[in-house]
């Protein structure tokens, strides 16, 4: 069974951006979900909720009653590219390695934080 290396990103962007230090991510004030998928079967959700600082982010659908401003569905080998920036976002969004509902703009600096993240995480080897 491959075991997904998404959550090991997440938690890192979960450290970074309740920590507080980004204050580069105020100004991005929405929530997007990702769909991560697995052999084209989606495997679990995350998201990241930056409408109020310092922002948070989660594994699960962001809860009833919040809008979501966009959803990134990305297969898990496809999202460690693109955070680690083998992938960039505009030519993966281009050629449909991933689908973006919503606004796009915001999914775009959420990209570039995340490549930030990636690039500590230890626990990715290829």
């Not at 938690?11 to 230090?21: F, L, P, R, V, Y």
């Not at 079967?41 to 919040?66: H, M, Y």
């Not at 969004?93 to 606004?103: A, I, W």
Request: hydrophobic share 35%.
């Amino acid at each position: 069974m491959t075991q997904l290396l998404s959550p090991a990103i997440f938690e890192i962007m979960s450290d970074e951006i309740s920590s507080g230090k980004h204050k580069s991510l105020e100004k991005i004030k929405g929530v997007v979900e990702f769909r991560i998928l697995l052999n084209g079967k989606q495997e679990c959700v995350w998201t990241i909720d930056l409408r109020n600082s310092p922002g948070k982010v989660f594994e699960g659908k962001c809860p009833a009653g919040i809008k979501v401003n966009s959803t990134v569905t990305i297969d898990d080998e496809q999202f460690v590219k693109l955070c680690l920036g083998e992938l960039d976002p505009i030519q993966g969004f281009m050629s449909r390695k991933f689908k973006v509902q919503g606004d796009i703009f915001d999914d775009a600096e959420t990209e570039y934080s995340a490549e930030r993240r990636a690039e500590k995480c230890s626990l990715i080897n290829f």
